[in-house]
């Protein structure tokens, strides 16, 4: 067995501030390996719950609207086969309730929207944001803009974000982090083998996730359940990051750079719903998304299967919500 | 027009729900009842189990999953999990025995234990830490891997509603302290050593209070 003694600054300060502190000194550790903040970055003090619940200044009307909001990121299944047509939850991604760094923190959108946004080339909203996970993460349809639903997520949003300054960009703990180029092009083979020893005991040997008592309990990663072809996920700079910095869960940091390359390209070399951007040709889709597509496997050959070449949209009755549309701000202004 | 067809996913899942390796030995639960008879001086007729304050405390074993018991029964026989008092009685099973003594308590209906209310404070902090966990000290909540209402998932992560307080923390403690090491991946090893003894007092008097069943 392998006990891991070299403790991160965060486990330190851990284990410095509790209470009764774990003070033995063989006592064994897995740390918490993550990257610390850069100099000159902001880094965010996010309101925890409980101070949300202790807040008296705060109208008890907003507090309700967002302890909605909490309670839909937490349990996005609750729209299930209305918004959500796979087995997501926001927090399944931004895990730690969306407050944690390195696991995608959900606040700097209400601090850095509207701003221009690569993936679909437009200027978008928190709400549009938000919507954009709705469509690929969730293999599902957004919440109206302006509906009850929205506007409680958009609130949750905007209260974890309480005192960040407005389009401050260089946030610690932004994203997923970013990995380094691996020394080796990531791999198949040596990515089942990273999935069997670390990932299979809680999503399952053809990761299909696990469920009990009709809860999901650890998410599928491919398959109908699954986040869609046109999630973020699918892009291997993005999952590699994510598995280095959130998995195994409790042990962020204990693969190596390359082991979360490998298991990265190995889960995204299996089969998932179409991408809502679809034409209809999964090589043509490729190419007209391919500033997001190069970093996936999509439209690409992996042991002699083209990956994404079919009309499968899983549990999803439909190919594209309403919100996948281009945006055009060309009119600009005429009071300059 | 596109249907969702019955996908290459869901066969494949259909299949592999037939033949997991923790299911691969399926005991015999009335062989099981009677090879317990040497069980029931601690774990009680019911399987309930017994706090026992300031000693170890026996668990409850009736409605936990069989396979969970039958790893436990195997690494209590190896080594793999080290304890004086079981080490004997496991060393005793052959592992057709242990799976259908596994079997015999999986098969019994959980039943309520006796249990100490926790303070308030132990209340909230141990809800707390069940239901929602602790991120800032990176503390994963229980139902994050054992499930909703912390009652259990598969053979890796067993109930842990309805369960001893005293067991739980002594195994809470004995991860802490590197006495208890036959976690999967060091798992729980991960979690246990983050926690302070006030999170382990409120987190186990929280869960032996929740219904080892719904």
């Known amino acids: 067995m392998n006990h891991f003694t070299i403790l991160s600054p965060l486990t330190l300060a851990m284990v410095l501030t509790s209470n009764t ?44 609207v967002v302890l909605k909001g909490y309670d839909l990121f937490m349990n996005t299944q609750q729209l ?13 991604c931004h895990m730690g309730e969306g407050r ?41 349809k957004p919440p109206a803009y302006g509906s009850d639903t929205m506007l409680s997520l958009v609130a949750y949003h905007k209260w974890m974000a309480t005192k960040a300054p407005m389009y401050e960009g260089n946030i610690a703990g932004r994203g997923f982090g970013k990995l380094a180029k691996p020394a080796q092009e990531p791999d198949y083979q040596r990515g089942a083998k990273v999935f069997k020893d670390n990932c299979v005991i809680c999503h399952g040997e053809q990761g299909e996730g696990k469920t009990a008592r009709g809860e999901v309990v650890f998410p599928p990663l491919w398959g109908d359940g699954a986040y869609n072809w046109g999630a973020g996920m699918v892009r291997l700079k993005t999952a590699s990051a994510f598995i280095k910095h959130n998995m195994p869960l409790g042990k962020p940091g204990t693969l190596s750079d390359q082991q979360a390359w490998d298991v990265a390209y190995y889960i995204d070399a299996q089969e998932r719903p179409q991408d809502p951007r679809f034409t209809g040709d999964v090589k043509e889709t490729r190419e007209k998304y391919l500033n997001f597509h190069k970093h996936s496997l999509y439209g690409t050959v992996v042991n002699g299967k083209l990956l994404g070449d079919h009309k499968n949209t899983g549990e999803k009755p439909f190919l594209k919500p309403f919100n996948l549309r281009p945006r055009d701000f060309a009119q600009g202004s005429d009071q300059l | 027009m596109y249907i969702k067809p019955l996908t290459w996913t869901s066969a494949v899942m259909l299949s592999f729900c037939a033949l997991t390796p923790a299911q691969a030995e399926t005991g015999n639960a009335d062989k099981g009842k009677q090879m317990a008879a040497v069980c029931v001086a601690c774990h009680q007729q019911d399987g309930a189990g017994k706090e026992n304050p300031d000693a170890e405390s026996w668990p409850r074993l009736a409605g936990l999953d069989a396979g969970y018991i039958q790893k436990q029964l195997a690494d209590f026989k190896s080594g793999a999990r080290n304890n004086a008092t079981m080490k ?20 019994l209906p959980a039943p309520a234990i006796k249990a100490t ?11 707390k830490l069940a239901k929602r966990g602790d991120w800032d000290r990176y503390i994963p909540a229980c139902n994050s891997c054992h499930g909703p209402d912390s009652l ?63």
Not at chain 1, 81 to 92: K, L, P
Not at chain 1, 124 to 136: K, L, M, P
Not at chain 2, 117 to 127: E, F, I, N, V
Not at chain 2, 154 to 162: D, K, T, V, Y
């Open chain 1, 21 to 64: 502190a774990v003070a033995a000194e063989n006592a064994p550790q897995v740390p918490v390996n993550l990257p610390p903040p850069k100099a000159g970055q902001y880094v965010h003090d996010v309101p925890t719950i409980d101070s949300l619940i202790e807040n008296d200044k705060m109208k008890p009307q907003l507090r309700s």
């Open chain 1, 80 to 92: 299930r086969g209305e918004n959500v047509f796979n087995d997501m939850n926001c927090r399944t």
């Open chain 1, 100 to 140: 944690k760094s390195w696991a995608a923190p959900v606040w700097p959108a209400a601090t850095t929207l509207p701003n221009f946004r690569g993936k679909n080339q437009h200027v978008n909203s928190v709400e549009e944001r938000i919507a954009g996970c709705f469509s690929f993460s969730m293999n599902g």
């Open chain 2, 152 to 214: 259990g998932v598969g053979s890796s992560f067993p109930a842990l509603a309805g369960q001893h307080a005293g067991y739980i923390a002594q195994q809470l403690n004995a991860w802490r302290e590197g006495k208890r090491s036959n976690d999967p991946q060091d798992l729980m090893l991960a979690v246990a050593s983050r926690m302070s003894d006030d999170d382990i007092a409120a987190v186990s008097a929280w869960l032996a209070n929740q219904p080892a069943a719904k």
């Open chain 2, 88 to 107: 004997p009685f496991a060393s005793m099973l052959n592992t057709e025995q242990a799976a259908n003594v596994a079997a015999y308590y999986a098969s």
């Open chain 2, 117 to 127: 209310a926790p303070t308030d404070a132990q209340q909230a902090l141990g809800k």
